[in-house]
Protein backbone atom coordinates (compact mmCIF):
# COMPACT_ATOMS: atom_id res chain seq x y z
CA UNK A 1 0.00 0.00 0.00
CA UNK A 2 1.66 3.45 -1.19
CA UNK A 3 1.73 5.60 1.74
CA UNK A 4 0.76 8.87 -0.90
CA UNK A 5 -3.57 7.12 0.07
CA UNK A 6 -2.99 6.86 3.62
CA UNK A 7 -1.94 10.33 4.32
CA UNK A 8 -4.83 11.52 1.90
CA UNK A 9 -7.34 13.34 4.39
CA UNK A 10 -9.82 15.06 2.11
CA UNK A 11 -11.49 18.64 3.84
CA UNK A 12 -14.93 18.17 5.48
CA UNK A 13 -16.26 20.09 2.80
CA UNK A 14 -13.88 18.87 0.08
CA UNK A 15 -12.51 21.24 -3.20
CA UNK A 16 -16.14 20.87 -4.78
CA UNK A 17 -18.43 23.23 -2.59
CA UNK A 18 -15.84 25.81 -2.46
CA UNK A 19 -16.05 25.45 -6.32
CA UNK A 20 -19.40 25.88 -6.61
CA UNK A 21 -19.35 29.04 -3.88
CA UNK A 22 -17.21 31.50 -5.73
CA UNK A 23 -18.72 30.14 -9.02
CA UNK A 24 -22.14 31.11 -8.11
CA UNK A 25 -20.92 34.36 -6.80
CA UNK A 26 -19.43 35.09 -10.31
CA UNK A 27 -22.92 34.26 -11.54
CA UNK A 28 -24.55 37.53 -11.10
CA UNK A 29 -27.69 37.02 -13.11
CA UNK A 30 -28.42 34.19 -11.54
CA UNK A 31 -27.60 35.08 -8.08
CA UNK A 32 -30.01 38.37 -8.06
CA UNK A 33 -32.92 35.83 -9.48
CA UNK A 34 -32.35 33.65 -6.18
CA UNK A 35 -32.12 37.24 -3.85
CA UNK A 36 -35.80 38.38 -5.59
CA UNK A 37 -37.73 35.43 -6.71
CA UNK A 38 -39.93 35.40 -3.38
CA UNK A 39 -40.21 39.33 -3.17
CA UNK A 40 -42.50 40.74 -2.20
CA UNK A 41 -42.99 39.08 1.09
CA UNK A 42 -46.63 37.95 1.38
CA UNK A 43 -48.66 36.22 3.66
CA UNK A 44 -52.11 34.77 2.62
CA UNK A 45 -54.65 33.55 5.10
CA UNK A 46 -58.39 33.30 6.25
CA UNK A 47 -59.70 36.20 8.90
CA UNK A 48 -62.19 35.71 11.39
CA UNK A 49 -64.60 36.71 9.34
CA UNK A 50 -63.83 33.53 6.98
CA UNK A 51 -62.63 36.09 4.27
CA UNK A 52 -59.07 35.65 2.05
CA UNK A 53 -56.67 38.34 3.43
CA UNK A 54 -53.57 39.14 1.83
CA UNK A 55 -50.72 41.42 3.13
CA UNK A 56 -47.46 42.08 1.34
CA UNK A 57 -44.32 43.95 3.62
CA UNK A 58 -43.43 46.50 0.61
CA UNK A 59 -41.27 49.35 2.54
CA UNK A 60 -40.08 51.65 0.48
CA UNK A 61 -43.22 52.10 -2.20
CA UNK A 62 -45.91 54.61 -2.38
CA UNK A 63 -49.29 53.98 -2.61
CA UNK A 64 -49.11 55.59 -6.13
CA UNK A 65 -46.45 52.63 -7.28
CA UNK A 66 -48.69 49.48 -6.67
CA UNK A 67 -51.51 48.33 -9.02
CA UNK A 68 -53.99 45.52 -8.35
CA UNK A 69 -55.88 43.93 -11.46
CA UNK A 70 -58.71 41.75 -10.67
CA UNK A 71 -60.50 39.71 -13.85
CA UNK A 72 -62.79 37.47 -12.38
CA UNK A 73 -63.59 35.97 -15.28
CA UNK A 74 -60.24 34.24 -14.59
CA UNK A 75 -60.39 34.13 -11.15
CA UNK A 76 -57.21 35.91 -10.80
CA UNK A 77 -55.89 38.91 -8.79
CA UNK A 78 -52.54 40.82 -9.62
CA UNK A 79 -50.42 42.98 -7.75
CA UNK A 80 -47.88 44.76 -9.38
CA UNK A 81 -45.23 47.84 -8.88
CA UNK A 82 -43.24 49.78 -10.38
CA UNK A 83 -40.92 51.72 -8.50
CA UNK A 84 -38.88 54.67 -10.07
CA UNK A 85 -40.84 55.91 -13.47
CA UNK A 86 -41.35 59.24 -12.48
CA UNK A 87 -37.86 59.49 -11.28
CA UNK A 88 -37.29 58.94 -14.97
CA UNK A 89 -39.44 62.12 -16.13
CA UNK A 90 -38.13 64.34 -13.16
CA UNK A 91 -33.96 64.03 -14.73
CA UNK A 92 -33.71 61.25 -11.86
CA UNK A 93 -31.29 58.25 -11.53
CA UNK A 94 -32.33 55.59 -9.56
CA UNK A 95 -29.17 52.83 -8.96
CA UNK A 96 -32.16 49.99 -7.67
CA UNK A 97 -35.21 49.92 -8.85
CA UNK A 98 -38.10 47.35 -7.20
CA UNK A 99 -40.52 45.68 -9.88
CA UNK A 100 -42.90 43.23 -9.45
CA UNK A 101 -45.87 41.61 -10.38
CA UNK A 102 -47.76 38.12 -8.79
CA UNK A 103 -51.10 36.70 -10.06
CA UNK A 104 -52.98 34.79 -7.75
CA UNK A 105 -55.71 32.30 -9.15
CA UNK A 106 -58.48 31.73 -7.13
CA UNK A 107 -58.87 27.69 -8.64
CA UNK A 108 -61.64 26.87 -6.20
CA UNK A 109 -63.73 29.68 -7.50
CA UNK A 110 -65.56 30.72 -3.59
CA UNK A 111 -64.33 34.19 -3.40
CA UNK A 112 -66.53 36.70 -4.27
CA UNK A 113 -63.73 38.89 -6.23
CA UNK A 114 -65.79 41.75 -6.73
CA UNK A 115 -66.21 43.03 -3.66
CA UNK A 116 -62.34 43.19 -2.73
CA UNK A 117 -61.28 45.85 -1.00
CA UNK A 118 -57.54 47.27 -0.03
CA UNK A 119 -55.46 49.61 2.15
CA UNK A 120 -51.71 50.43 2.30
CA UNK A 121 -50.60 51.80 5.24
CA UNK A 122 -46.98 51.80 6.54
CA UNK A 123 -45.20 49.61 3.53
CA UNK A 124 -47.75 47.28 4.37
CA UNK A 125 -50.70 46.32 1.40
CA UNK A 126 -53.43 44.64 2.93
CA UNK A 127 -56.43 43.05 0.28
CA UNK A 128 -59.32 41.43 1.57
CA UNK A 129 -61.46 39.10 -0.65
CA UNK A 130 -64.90 37.86 0.93
CA UNK A 131 -66.40 34.73 0.18
CA UNK A 132 -69.17 34.08 -2.01
CA UNK A 133 -72.13 34.08 0.00
CA UNK A 134 -73.90 31.25 -2.01
CA UNK A 135 -70.66 29.73 -0.29
CA UNK A 136 -70.66 30.33 3.26
CA UNK A 137 -71.93 27.45 5.35
CA UNK A 138 -74.91 27.80 6.95
CA UNK A 139 -75.79 26.84 10.16
CA UNK A 140 -79.69 25.40 11.63
CA UNK A 141 -81.17 24.99 14.31
CA UNK A 142 -82.55 21.58 15.33
CA UNK A 143 -86.16 21.24 16.19
Do not use: C, W
Request: proline content about 5%.
Amino acid sequence: MSTALTNYRPSLLGRGVFDEIFDSMLDFPSLMNRTTQGYPVADIYRDDGGNTAMEFALAGFSKDDLSIEIKPEKNSITVSATQGEDDKKKGFHRIARRNFSKTYINYDNNLDLGNATAEFENGLLRLVVPVKPEVKPLTISIK
